[in-house]
């Protein structure tokens, strides 16, 4: 094997030789025996022999034993970064079982916080079998203000003293797009659902700018030690109509270097006029140019969750006794509608900003697609439509024949899949989490994790793309099935395309992802037997952690 050259230095600052997985090509791993690195980009790769005439004097030379292998640094296309980095201080619900084991965790969380708002994430009805409410908050935190959101982040647990401080009462309306759980009496429960919860969130002070750039830098150094060298940051959902609260904190560190990985950042609705009045476009760096930190998409939403059953459906839920129903006429509900989305997104378009759409049911996400259809190749970021947990199959080739990206995150299914079977039924077979038929018709199809709504950990979601099999954990919700829609899932090579090169090329970026000449050095080294062909539920790919992480050129983890 020759090595192919491309037109930059002569010789490599590193070199690597052993096992390297490239992904050039159209299909399979595309192995290589050795990769030279000049500066933040590969020069050359092919055989340990051709690789020979890069390395000089000062060549640092990493030789992999057999039990390791190299391959390209993922890019996390749906990461709430900032809200993720600072819900680790929230309170983590994740793993209460019952909502008595919830409370428990409540009531040891608020011990050492007497004052102050009470925060946190995680919790699910699906699991606890049923809506808690603000009167069980108040037998662990009585009076205090406490505000939980559900583990999709579409709805949000609040204690009475909350409720007050969003005027949330008996006499008011809900508000479009949301939801104001209520009794018999017609009270409100505790519960707001998707815009409803606006109505006491915007009431929690948001953090200040030292704390989040703060919390953002830490957050980044755990992302880069699982093998994470670029984040598309879908928002936050603190409301910034100003771009005052986000958007400083990612300028301050690209300024002064405080992320080595690469980051978009994306716009939430309210922010848009401001964005258009600063001219700001899909790909504008925020800070100096080169730092890596850019404008990403403007981002729509569609509908809720399934969790909530506020995904917006074609045909209504199956309900079945003891399970949880959806709101209005069963279908879910839109929170922007066809109308209003497909305006949102011609005039973002029209500003050199491409959309991106929160669509999780199959009604939501033909939606998006007549939404973004006119809109493609108005910038060089693809249009996309975020979850895609439902198709009709007759929508499925849209995306590819429009140049849509199908954003994905398989660790949803791990979670998602008993109330997949038990609220869609027979449909999930046809088009629920499609994503072999996708990745057949063409269309890129990013992976990400959507932290903090699940773990951040990347690996988990890489196997269940491949497995689509769930292995048991306490944290499951109840027993149903544990897999769903086999012959949906991706072969391994596949997978690894979707997590380290679909992503980056959504955004434009056509040198990224692979370990080409010409390509970004951004590499990790891996367990070998962490990408065995066959792939087992819970096996190593699951559990996988790099010893090496290289983020242009720079060693950024070495263990």
Known sequence: MSATRSALPALADVVVRGRIVTLEGLAGLG???????????????????????????????IELPPELTAMPGMTDAHLHLADAAIAEDHLDLSTATTLAQGLALLADYAGPRPRGWLQGHGWDADRWGGWPTADQLETVAPGRKV?????????????????????????????????????????????????????????????????????I??????????????????????????????????????????????????????????????????????????????????????????GSRTAAMLEPYDVQPGTLASPGDGRGIFLTGPDELRELASTAASAGIA???????????????????????????????????????????????????????????????????????????????????????????????????EPWDPWPGIEMAVTRTRVARSADRGDGPTSLARHEGLDLARALRAACIDGARSAGELDRGSLG???????????????APEVEPGGPLGRCRPTLVIIGGRVVVER
């Open 31 to 61: 192995l290589v025996e050795a990769i030279a690195v000049a500066g933040d980009r590969i020069i050359a790769a092919g055989s340990t022999r051709d690789i020979e005439s890069f390395a000089g004097p000062r060549t640092r030379s």
């Open 517 to 531: 000449p010409g390509m970004r050095a951004d590499l990790i080294v891996v367990p070998t037997e962490a990408l």
């Open 355 to 453: 959309a991106q759409v929160h669509a999780i049911g199959d009604r939501a996400v033909r939606a998006a697609l007549d939404a973004l259809e006119p809109t493609a190749g108005a910038s060089s970021f693809h249009p996309r439509v975020e979850h895609v947990q439902l198709v009709d199959p007759a929508d499925l080739g849209r995306f590819a024949a429009a140049g849509i990206a199908a954003s994905v995150q398989p660790v949803h299914l791990r979670s998602d899949m008993p109330a997949a079977a038990t609220a869609w039924g027979s449909r999930v077979e046809r088009g629920g989490y499609p994503w072999r038929s996708l990745a057949d018709d063409g269309a890129l199809i990013p992976f990400g994790t959507d932290a903090p709504v």
């Open 147 to 215: 505000a939980l959101w559900a583990h999709d982040h579409h709805a949000l647990w609040v204690s009475h003293a909350a409720m007050a401080a969003g005027s949330v009462a008996i006499s008011m309306p809900d508000p479009q797009g949301g939801l104001v759980r209520r009794d018999a009496a017609g009270q409100p429960t505790g519960l707001l659902h998707e815009t409803a919860a606006r109505l006491v969130s915007t009431r929690i002070p948001p953090p200040s700018a030292d704390d989040l750039v703060s919390a």
């Open 217 to 306: 830098a830490r957050f980044a150094v755990r992302l880069e030690d699982a093998g994470i060298v670029a984040v598309q940051d879908p928002g936050s959902v603190i409301p910034d109509p100003d771009l005052a609260v986000g958007l400083p904190a990612y300028r301050r560190l690209a300024e002064t270097g405080g992320l080595r990985l690469r980051v978009d950042v994306s716009l939430r609705q309210e922010a848009l006029p401001e964005a258009i009045r600063r001219g700001l476009r899909s790909g504008a760096s925020i800070g100096p140019d080169g730092a890596g930190v850019r404008i990403g998409w403007l981002k729509l939403f569609a509908d809720g969750t399934l």
